[in-house]
């Protein structure tokens, strides 16, 4: 099973970016300026920085998250709706990250190892598979279902080759076009007018990689959000929201630093929340002195324009619950026992005013969240118990103190 799980069997680095990722030299070089870097921002909040941000329309502020005098410590709620995932057959799943609802409740996930879409109904019966490997129409690579229309047509991205099929509600082709040349780790839609943000790493003569762009079709309208350091080719994801007035939220997931920008690529604002790690990012093997590092999972932001921002956030007892192990390389790794990744994790769930940029309700759950894929509902790729992989649905909600 490929990506995450509760079990693993190698070190696992949590967070979107495999662990096989090389680094250029470039990367490496400039990685301690850019850590240097997200700690100013982080650290410049002006006292005559805006609190009033929701009418604010073009800053170079970076502006703390702060408690807001009513924080909630008990108003997020977390239920759990469905696990999808048959233990054997066309229903079997792989883990992803890619999926999306439909008008009628169905979860449509996108299956890289197969190069396919698989469906389940609301209930969590498998219904079908759409598309098969292949470059003509309904064939698939790398398939990210997005979104639904208005006429419930369920779009699917195809981040491998860099287009866009759309699908009936009856699951017949219905057509597709193509969009900037692929090789995106993510597509989200900005509205309904087909045009997409793209993260995406860019190649110049100068090997520096702009991350985020926004295309319509094939044509790239606008290119932005490189962080120095962090942007060298191969190293550029992000996680990433769009809120109803298509401003884009993104952050590096090492960084509780948000940015918030225009449609068209204009920097808004800054948001800095807390120090995720104290130490730099390393690829060295985990240890006592290179713990496991918390990660941004994902963003969304809700029709209340409020902010969910889930991090991991590493156990204080995780020293307990770790073992040395020597790898097949002869390398000596920490590693958590069992391979359990909930013994040393739990996820942290928060939610922001983005009026005030002030935090409303912070909790700590133990399900490992991965991606959101409806309005307020996230995913987590488990083992059930005979150590067959399902996607379990939670839906996250807020309830007014009292």
């Known amino acids: ?5 509760t079990r693993a069997s190698q070190p696992f680095v949590v967070g979107p970016l495999p662990i096989a990722v090389a680094r250029s030299p470039l990367a490496v070089a400039l990685l301690p300026l850019a850590v240097a870097l997200a700690g100013w921002l982080a650290a410049c909040d002006a006292p005559d920085s805006p609190r009033d941000l929701a009418t604010l329309q073009d800053s170079t502020a970076t502006v703390d998250i702060l408690e807001s005098p009513g924080m909630c410590a008990d108003c997020i709620t977390v239920d759990r709706v469905v696990a999808l995932g048959d233990t054997a057959g066309p229903g079997y799943i792989n883990w992803s990250i890619y999926a ?10 996108g299956q890289q190892q197969e190069s396919v879409i698989k469906v389940w109904d609301a209930e969590g019966r498998f219904l079908r598979q759409v598309g098969r490997r292949g470059d003509g ?3 698939f690579h790398r398939p990210a279902p997005v979104r639904t229309d208005g006429e419930g047509r369920v779009h699917i991205v195809d981040l491998d080759i860099g287009r866009e099929t759309i699908v009936n509600a009856d699951f017949s082709y219905h057509s597709d076009r193509l969009l900037d040349p692929g090789g995106s780790h993510l597509a989200v839609p900005l509205g309904d007018d087909g045009r997409y943000l793209l993260n995406r790493a860019r190649m110049t003569t100068q090997r520096v990689a702009m991350p985020l762009h926004i295309v319509d079709g094939p044509n790239v309208l606008h290119s932005f959000g490189r962080m120095a350091g ?3 080719p191969g190293f550029s994801p992000r996680i990433l929201a769009v809120d109803r007035q298509k401003r884009i939220y993104s952050a590096h997931a090492d960084y509780y630093l948000i940015q918030v920008w ?13 120090v995720l790690n104290e130490r730099e990012p390393s690829r060295e093997p985990w240890s006592l002195d290179n713990p496991p590092r918390n990660r941004i999972f994902a963003m969304q932001v809700d029709d209340q324009q409020r902010l969910w921002v889930i991090s991991s956030a590493r156990k204080d007892d995780w020293q307990d619950r770790m073992d040395y192990r020597v790898m097949p390389n002869g390398r000596v790794a920490y590693v958590a026992i069992d391979d359990d990744m909930k013994a040393i994790y739990e996820m942290r769930i928060d939610l922001i005013d983005l009026a005030n940029g002030s935090l409303i309700a912070t909790r700590r759950h133990d399900a490992l969240f991965e991606a959101f894929i409806g309005n307020g509902l996230v995913i987590e790729t488990v083992e059930n118990e ?7 649905v939670w839906r996250l909600g807020f309830a007014e103190p009292r």
Request: no cysteine; charged share 25%.
């Open 262 to 274: 225009s449609d068209s690529g204009r920097r808004i604002l800054g948001l800095s929340g807390p």
């Open 100 to 109: 999306a609802v439909d008008d009628a409740g169905n979860y449509w996930v």
């Open 137 to 139: 129409p309904m064939e």
């Open 230 to 232: 962090l942007d060298a």
């Open 1 to 5: 099973m490929l990506g995450r799980s």
């Open 386 to 392: 005979r150590d067959f992989p399902e996607m379990v």
